[in-house]
């Protein structure tokens, strides 16, 4: 009901359009032809055009249906009446026949433009739905991004407890049994040797095999739970670890650092420093790695840990791109760090760990 009543409306708006312009034209065309002696068809042919431009082909019909008999009664002789002649009569024609055509395209005009505002709104309003779409949809995101990370970040909580525990577990019980195993193979090895056995030089061996074990043992202790990581820092963990790896996998690590003092939290540090690990251990265990370097500097505002291998790189070892490096990725992300991964066509591979000193940085990660 509303929308016929609004329709009435409108059709009324324009067809009061087209009288008003119509007794208008007249208005001017009365008042400007004795003086400036124009064709009397100008204001009628502006009058169709403003009608149809405003109004339709119908409001534009109807000005045109007003205008002959006004140019037949009032501006054609003999004036003030019907009768014209031949040639007006031609003039009249044509007038009809080119006015009709300009409301016709002056109709066609106004519907295109109706036509495409209807688009135009239509499509404003699905923009406006789509952007609420979005917006709920980017919300979600980000609520599902929170959680994710939140949860990776208890998972690494999780297992650097759990690697702790090991450690502390392996320290204090493997450890501790080789020692005391250690001590009795001296004795033994000192009991036998006096007494002249034959079994002297064996149980010599067995008691230095224990001790390599021992030491390999509390390497593998210290690597699980990194106690120089804690009292002395980053730089000190680093370079224990560089040593260890020395002498368990028998290759060259050496490590290279331009500042002897890094301020770093301890979870920072922690986080830094099993990146550095699971490098070292995955270039050497699946880039068949002989040397790794180590270094670790602070350039501007930034802290930049990188990891440079001789192995045979990423593109030939499929297995690189497993765990580890999703640990890798996982623990960067936390500390809000830059982590990228280089492999050069020779073989050498670079990790790198760039984290903001004293602004945030925008994690990324990205792989060449």
Not at 87 to 112: C, M, P, Q, W, Y
Not at 127 to 133: A, G, K, P
Not at 149 to 171: F, M, N, P, W, Y
Not at 231 to 249: F, P
Request: aromatic share 8%; with cysteine.
């Amino acid at each position: 009901m509303k929308k016929s009543t609004f329709d009435l409306s409108r059709s009324e708006y324009r067809y009061s359009l087209a009288l008003l312009v119509s007794a208008l034209a007249f208005v001017f065309t009365r008042w400007t032809m004795p003086i400036f002696q124009h064709n009397a068809f100008d204001f009628y042919l502006a009058a169709v055009v403003i009608s149809g431009c405003y109004g339709g082909f119908g409001p534009a019909l109807l000005t045109v249906i007003l205008a002959v008999p006004t140019f037949g009664y009032f501006f054609m002789p003999p004036f003030n009446t019907f009768s014209v002649s031949a040639t007006d009569l031609l003039r009249l024609a044509i007038f009809t026949v080119v006015a009709t055509l300009t409301s016709s395209l002056s109709g066609s005009l106004k519907e295109t433009k109706s036509t495409l505002q209807e688009a135009r709104d239509e499509l404003e309003m699905r923009v406006v739905q789509r952007t609420q779409e979005l917006t709920r949809v980017n919300t979600a995101l980000e609520a599902e991004i929170a959680q994710r990370l939140t949860a990776e970040k208890e998972i690494l909580q999780i297992s650097h407890r759990e690697q702790r525990h090991l450690g502390e577990d392996l320290h204090d019980g493997l450890c501790q049994t080789l020692v005391g195993l250690r001590y009795l193979t001296q004795d033994l090895h000192e009991t036998v040797k006096a007494e002249g056995s034959p079994w002297a030089e064996e149980v010599g061996n067995i008691h230095l095999r224990l001790g390599e074990a021992l030491h390999q043992a509390d390497l593998v202790a210290r690597g699980l739970y990194p106690v120089e990581l804690e009292t002395n820092g980053l730089l000190a963990a680093l370079r224990e670890m560089a040593e260890k790896i020395s002498v368990i996998y028998r290759v060259r690590c050496r490590l290279r650092c331009s500042e002897e003092v890094f301020s770093l939290d301890l979870p920072v540090a922690n986080h830094l420093y099993r990146i550095a690990q699971e490098a070292v251990v995955n270039a050497i265990k699946r880039g068949k790695s002989k040397r790794v370097s180590i270094h670790l500097r602070r350039h501007r505002d930034r802290f930049i840990l990188s990891i440079t291998d001789d192995g045979i790189g990423l593109q030939r070892s499929g297995q690189r791109n497993g765990m580890g490096l999703k640990m890798m990725m996982y623990r960067s992300r936390i500390i809000n760090a830059d982590f990228r991964i280089r492999s050069r066509t020779k073989g050498v591979t670079r990790v790198t760990c760039q984290l903001a000193a004293e602004k945030e940085l925008d994690h990324g990660i990205q792989i060449q």
